[in-house]
């Protein structure tokens, strides 16, 4: 049965079901009502504090953050900034209290000058074909998936590899949709946002090439502050 309960504060993370992460690739998205993953290129018009809130509480119990590079730019990402209570959650849950790298799926292998000044470097995930344009000088680790694009099947296999087997991706929908298609996705929480947009998206969308759409099982609804509904679905068969 699904659980829906109902939000008297902003604290959608706390006691939620949202922790521990589960092993595999957990999706973080937001919508608007009218399905855009975006406004004018960006998803943060579409936010509001309580979902800002559960991003940072995800990705506190994540392994590693994975993003395109698109949405990395787009966002103005920087490194994960963990807070002492995320510390602490974290080392209740067996996890180090170091913050989690976050990955970039960047086809052409740069990655934005925000991503850098923190204790963990970021983690860039190219195709040969990108990785040649990096020099021996660069400031992160580097996963080669794929020869002219990225495989992002194997790129998971690689970053699972790594001993980070709890995938937090934060889009954007280009990079959601070839994990989808990949058949990758473990679990899939989703803010709607109670906001017309005109179905705007980041960046184009891609043929999936799947032959039918993958089932998911409700788990919960949220009701929460400002009218917004934070859901949480999961895979109704297991990955093999």
């Known amino acids: 049965m699904t659980d829906v309960r109902t939000l008297t504060g902003d604290d ?3 006691d939620f ?23 004018q290129g960006r998803a943060g018009p ?5 979902d800002q809130q559960l ?9 590693v953050v994975l993003v395109g590079a698109g949405t990395a730019r787009a966002e103005h990402y920087g490194p994960v900034r963990l807070s002492a209570e995320h510390q602490l959650q974290r080392r209740g849950l067996g996890l180090t209290d170091a913050a989690p790298p976050i990955a970039v799926v960047s086809q052409s292998g740069a990655l934005p000058g925000t991503m850098f000044g ?15 344009n990096l020099s021996s ?38 990079l959601l949709d070839e994990l989808v298609a990949a058949n990758q996705v473990t679990e899939l929480c989703v803010t709607m946002s109670p906001k017309l947009a005109g ?7 891609i043929p ?4 039918s759409p993958t089932h998911l099982r409700l788990d919960q609804i949220l009701v929460g502050q400002q009218d917004y509904l934070y859901l949480r679905y999961t895979r109704k068969e297991p990955l093999h």
């Open 12 to 14: 959608v993370a706390e």
């Open 17 to 39: 079901g949202y922790r521990p992460a589960p092993p595999g690739v957990r999706a973080n998205m937001i919508f608007s009502a009218d399905g855009a993953a975006g406004f």
């Open 46 to 50: 579409l936010s509001c504090p309580a």
């Open 55 to 63: 991003l940072l509480a995800l990705r506190a119990y994540a392994d």
């Open 118 to 132: 923190s204790p963990t470097p970021p983690i860039v995930i190219t195709s040969a074909r990108g990785a040649s």
């Open 137 to 174: 000088e660069t400031r992160c680790q580097v996963i080669i998936s794929g020869e002219d694009t990225v495989d992002v099947a194997d790129a998971v296999s690689q970053l699972r590899g790594l001993g980070l087997h709890r995938v937090l991706c934060e889009g954007g929908p280009t």
């Open 199 to 205: 179905c705007q998206l980041i960046g184009p969308r």
């Open 208 to 211: 999936s090439g799947m032959s």
